[in-house]
């Protein structure tokens, strides 16, 4: 088929006056022959990464929801699409709402690939791109629906998946601790959780290991926002009232959401995830790492939006910080030992809880 008859479904779907994206009917840049990919961040309805191979004039492309796998172990859903025009390899930019595919495109790689295998639903490339390198598969599962798969080993040779069973760690009740090496932080009333985020994705767990994610839609706007980054959090969901005050009212209510009330009662009583550790990050466990570290990994990962955010721990005077929460009506504070590790689903001495009075 002539690159012409290949993009009819493309230009039959958009609307050119309406969109900045190419027809096909440019000119192509290029003459040297090895063949090009590109990989687009997407943030439309659902975040995905679109992958788009130059083959026979035209880009064969595929919506990869979660982006590249960077584990052999774990192969990510890739849906075909529809031909692209070559001239789509450099297209950053918005594409307006309403059209297909509104939302912001941006580059996230560009390269070349070696080809290896291209036959009928199995397509097998080494990229050679500034952040996609190494070998993958694509195959075809069923109609549109194909898997890709990392066929090397991951290209950081310490990358390690995160642990299923991790559970939040837990403070022991007690006294303000004094001398040096604490850090304190506000007792955050909420719904603890661990949120793992991998590709604009937050799956949320909570103390007991049960999926909590739907109930809190929250979290995956703050994961949307994280792009390819990957990271299991240790967090708490705050309802705040009108004062702007964790309000225990609006919590039970949100706790007892149902699949038919969350869109609802998220929009009436909106939630702020609220970060306070994190575990691993882009393939590193760094759960035996010190507090003090974590918390500044945590902190340079700027996560702080309109529905999240990263309060800053105070190293120093408990005392003051304990006023200032029953001030404010918090039910107390909670100390960390600065040098400690992130002991999972353990109730640990290296925290402790000290109630406001
Ligand atoms: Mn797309």
């Known amino acids: 088929m002539a690159p012409d008859e290949k993009l ?48 026979d004039g035209v880009l064969v ?22 031909d692209h025009p070559l001239a789509y390899i450099d297209f950053e930019g ?3 709402e309403g059209e297909y595919g509104g939302g912001q495109v941006h580059l996230w790689d560009t390269g070349t690939y070696d080809l290896h295998e291209w036959k009928d639903g199995k397509v097998q490339v080494t990229f050679h791109g500034r952040r996609a390198h190494g070998r993958y598969a694509l195959f075809r ?48 009333p909420g719904q603890r959780m661990l949120a793992r985020v991998e590709g604009g994705r937050a799956y949320a767990t909570d103390v007991d290991g049960n999926d909590v994610s739907s109930r809190w839609p929250e979290a995956r706007a703050m994961a949307e926002t994280m792009g390819a980054t990957q990271a299991v959090l240790d967090a708490i969901a705050i309802v705040p009232g009108a004062d702007g005050r964790p309000d225990s009212e609006g919590l039970l209510r949100r706790l007892g959401a149902t699949d ?35 918390r500044d990994r945590l902190l340079g990962l700027g996560l702080d939006g309109p529905t999240w955010q990263t309060p800053s721990d105070h190293e120093g005077d408990g005392a003051a910080l304990l006023g200032a929460a029953a001030a404010q009506g918090l039910p ?3 100390a960390k030992r600065v040098g400690s590790p992130y002991r999972p689903g353990e109730r640990s001495p290296d925290w402790v809880y000290v109630e406001a009075r």
Do not use: C
């Open 332 to 334: 107390g504070l909670v």
């Open 260 to 294: 038919h009330t969350v869109r609802r009662l998220s929009r009436d009583l909106p939630a702020t995830i609220t970060l306070v550790d994190l575990l691993w990050i882009d393939g590193h466990d760094i759960t035996h790492d010190a507090y003090r570290d974590r």
């Open 141 to 188: 599962t069923r109609g549109k629906q194909w898997m890709i798969h990392r066929m090397d080993p991951p290209e950081d040779p310490a990358w390690q998946p995160p642990r299923d069973d991790w559970r939040p760690m837990r403070p022991v009740h007690g006294p303000l601790p004094d001398g040096a090496g604490w850090a304190f932080e506000v007792a955050w």
């Open 94 to 96: 918005q594409i307006p």
């Open 61 to 82: 492309s595929w919506a990869v929801p979660k982006g590249l796998p960077p584990d052999p172990k774990k192969n990510h859903l890739a849906i075909q699409t529809e």
């Open 8 to 55: 009819a479904r493309y230009r039959s779907m958009r609307d050119f006056d309406a969109t900045a994206e190419p027809s096909g009917d440019e000119p192509l840049p290029r003459a040297d022959d090895r063949p090009r990919f590109v990989i687009q961040e997407h943030h439309a309805t659902a975040l995905h990464w679109d992958l788009r191979l130059e083959r």
